[in-house]
């Protein structure tokens, strides 16, 4: 199995709530979208399935829908 690219995501802020991550990164179009993948546990942070939209993410942690990984960046 190949590993696939694993795109980063730059934030400005210490933190990232997960449903907005989502709309940053392009993995969903919107917010309703959002709200229902996570509640339907189609996403992941950090290889584990989270229905917390309001999940906190912080440099370094994961997210991965429909086989599309993103990694969190820190801007400096």
Do not use: C, F, W, Y
């Amino acid at each position: 199995m190949s590993n696939p690219e694993i795109e980063e995501i730059p934030i400005r802020d210490d933190m990232i709530r997960l449903g907005q991550l989502l709309k940053l990164a392009n993995l969903v179009e919107d917010g309703v979208e959002a709200t229902e993948l996570i509640k339907n546990g189609l996403v992941k942070v950090n290889g584990e399935i989270d229905e917390r939209r309001g999940r906190q993410l912080h440099a370094g942690d994961t997210v991965t829908v429909n086989g599309q990984t993103v990694r969190i960046t820190a801007t400096s």
